[in-house]
């Protein structure tokens, strides 16, 4: 169960992500929330509503393995969208800001290893 809390934890962040880069780039939250400038925000509008809706298949795909009801299918759709989160996280971190590492790698490897291990 706590895997599932995990899991689904980490969907709802995608889906925050999501919401802020598709609409809330260019408002002084989503400027807060990823450090930039009004012009490099308007600038930049449409690459961050693409990168917004990857974001939202990562949380799309997390919901389908909770949701799916052969346990040992959904276990392997979590693990493969966790990857993902991870790999994303890591790339993110390694040319954007290592802040992402923590806040979207650190949760998705917790989730990771609970699906692994408690699953």
């Not at 308007?42 to 389908?64: C, M, R």
């Not at 393995?65 to 493969?80: A, N, Q, T």
């Not at 290592?98 to 998705?108: E, F, H, T």
């Not at 989730?111 to 408690?118: G, P, S």
Request: aromatic letters at 12%; charged letters at 10%.
């Amino acid at each position: 169960m706590i895997s599932l809390i995990a899991v689904g934890l980490v969907a709802l962040l995608h889906l925050y992500i999501l919401y802020l880069e598709m609409f809330l780039w260019t408002s002084p939250r989503g400027l807060r929330a990823f450090s930039l400038t009004k012009e490099f925000a308007e600038a930049s509008k449409s690459l961050a509503a693409n990168q917004g809706l990857y974001n939202g298949f990562l949380a799309a795909g997390l919901i389908w393995g909770i949701l799916y009801r052969d346990p040992s299918v959904s276990k392997h759709i979590e693990i493969f969208f966790l990857a993902c989160v991870i790999v994303a996280a890591l790339y993110g971190g390694a040319t954007a800001k290592k802040s992402i590492l923590l806040i979207q790698g650190l949760p998705g490897l917790i989730a990771l290893l609970l699906v692994l291990f408690l699953r």
